[in-house]
């Protein structure tokens, strides 16, 4: 039998359940959805709509099935009944106590659609991600960016911070990614027949709404063109021209596989403070696991040689941390800040007034000249930002200015 791994999300559900008479769980296919709600809802009853059984029964009279099981129930993978949301939303209506239904499923346009159609302000959204490092160490969710926004000054505890020597390698967990099939039961060969199937399995079941050209050949062609691409900004008419196909057709794969989350947009942190800033998105595939497979990397020695290694790492990184303020509440929005004359900060954190910068380095050792577009950054937003810091593979927390720190990857996740 799998050993169960804990995941971080276990708590919000928990609360969201407290709260609201349904919540939904979302992911990307094969993150685990199931086997955390199976864990987290146990005495719950499941209706595995993805099972002829279960489909059938629910499907034959969903008011009475509803009308039958008034709570307590989880439908999983629950846009295969789109009359459902329909009738979720009558017997909510009629009692609103909490923790009644879950939904689950990936994010397809017919799910988001009745959602969005009919249990709006009635329902809870949760996002589970791939397994974070943290998850896959067994260890509590790190709390890094928490104390950054917080009111603790940052001499006070940052210092404290600790890496062991006797801890994991981080390498280890960025190049396999977090997805748990290929992380617990796969190597080699057999994971990458894992992420293979894994693309065509998405494109059939997940896009091909979106259009019946996006095959899954077609889709594996085009996330190859996105990890080339990995950490640049997203310019749709190359890619179109690349691809061979419109902007707008472009445009609405990116939207699908950004649903599917398989691949997300970094977004430019725009003010008003004189300057020329970049304003197109950058773009990532989400899991390094999948990244690494799409761009043919299967072990360190290859990655670390490959031209990828700044945006992978870059991008794993920014998805740990994504998954970290995921669990705030409420969570800072992600940016990246770039002047036209060439100024840039890796990572832009904004929560409420207040602006987090973060570089994201490979190197263990930072030189001065590494940390000029932070100094520009907390240079044009001295009241906003307090500090900057850099995560980087050093074994130790040091101030290296006044308002600069480094902070090793391990202790900031």
């Known amino acids: 039998m799998t050993k169960y791994i804990p995941r971080h999300l276990a708590e919000r559900l928990r609360n969201y359940?407290?709260?609201f008479p349904c919540v939904l769980v979302l992911g990307a296919r094969q993150v685990g959805k199931s086997t955390f709600l199976a864990h987290e809802l146990q005495g719950w009853r499941r209706a595995d709509l993805e099972r002829p059984g279960d489909i059938e029964t629910v499907a034959r009279d969903v008011a009475l099935f509803v009308e039958d099981h008034p709570r307590q129930v989880w439908f999983d993978e629950a846009q295969r009944i789109p009359e459902l949301f329909t009738v979720l939303r009558g017997a909510i209506d009629r009692d609103r106590r909490p923790g009644?239904?879950?939904l689950s499923g990936s994010a397809s346009p017919s799910l988001l659609r009745g959602v969005s159609e009919t249990l709006a302000g009635r329902m809870g959204l949760l996002e589970l991600g791939p397994l974070t490092a943290t998850e896959q160490?067994?260890?509590?969710p790190g709390r890094f960016l928490q104390r950054l926004f917080s009111s603790e000054p940052f001499g006070d505890w940052l210092p404290s911070l600790e890496v062991s020597d006797r801890g994991s390698d981080p390498r280890l967990f960025w190049l396999r990614g977090g997805y748990p099939e290929p992380v617990l039961h796969l190597e080699g060969q057999a994971a990458w027949r894992w992420f293979d199937s894994y693309v065509r399995t998405v494109s059939e079941r997940d896009l091909?709404?979106?259009s019946g050209r996006l095959t899954p050949v077609a889709l594996a062609r085009l996330l190859r063109m996105l990890a080339a691409r990995q950490g640049q900004k997203v310019n749709v008419s190359d890619l179109a021209r690349d691809f061979g196909a419109s902007a707008k057709t472009i445009d609405g794969y990116l939207d699908a596989l950004e649903g599917a989350f398989l691949w997300r947009r970094l977004p430019p942190y725009r003010a008003n403070i004189?300057?020329?800033l970049t304003s197109a998105p950058k773009g990532y595939i989400a899991d390094s696991g999948l990244l690494h497979h799409l761009l043919d990397?299967?072990?360190l020695d290859?990655?670390?040689t490959h031209p990828a290694l700044g945006p992978s790492w870059e991008g794993w990184l920014i998805e740990q941390l994504w998954r970290q303020a995921s669990l705030m509440e409420p969570p800072p929005r992600f940016h990246y800040w770039r002047t036209q004359a060439g100024a840039e900060v890796d990572l832009v954190l904004e929560l409420g007034s207040r602006l987090v910068p973060i570089e994201l380095k490979y190197a263990a050792q930072i030189g001065s000249?590494?940390?000029?577009?932070?100094r520009q950054f907390l240079g044009d937003f001295p009241i906003q930002a307090a500090a900057g810091f850099v995560l980087y593979r050093g074994k130790e927390v040091r101030r290296v200015e006044a308002n600069i720190w480094l902070v090793p990857v391990e202790a900031a996740l």
């Not at 160490?137 to 509590?140: A, D, F, G, H, N």
């Not at 000249?369 to 932070?374: A, F, H, N, P, Q």
């Open 137 to 140: 160490l067994e260890k509590p």
């Open 369 to 374: 000249m590494e940390l000029r577009g932070m």
């Open 208 to 210: 091909s709404a979106v």
């Open 100 to 102: 009644r239904f879950v």
């Open 274 to 276: 004189g300057k020329r």
């Open 297 to 299: 990397i299967a072990t």
């Open 17 to 19: 359940l407290g709260q």
């Open 302 to 304: 290859h990655l670390e």
